[in-house]
């Protein structure tokens, strides 16, 4: 849900769609949380850029 919306820029009503759920605030809350987890954890921080970078190069 994180990548859809922050490299795909897709509303989070439209993610929790393709994600099943009824309710965009699944999406809201799921993308808060990573937010919340790279700023503490360097470490997650360092494979959330890794794993975006890999996507954007194909």
């Known amino acids: ?31 808060q949380k990573i937010e919340q987890m790279i700023d503490a954890d360097a470490s997650f921080r360092d494979t959330v850029e890794s794993i975006k970078t890999r996507i954007k190069e194909g």
């Open 1 to 31: 849900m994180y990548f859809c919306h922050t490299l795909l820029s897709l509303p989070y009503k439209r993610i929790a769609t393709l994600f099943d759920r009824n309710d965009h605030t699944t999406a809201i809350s799921a993308c």
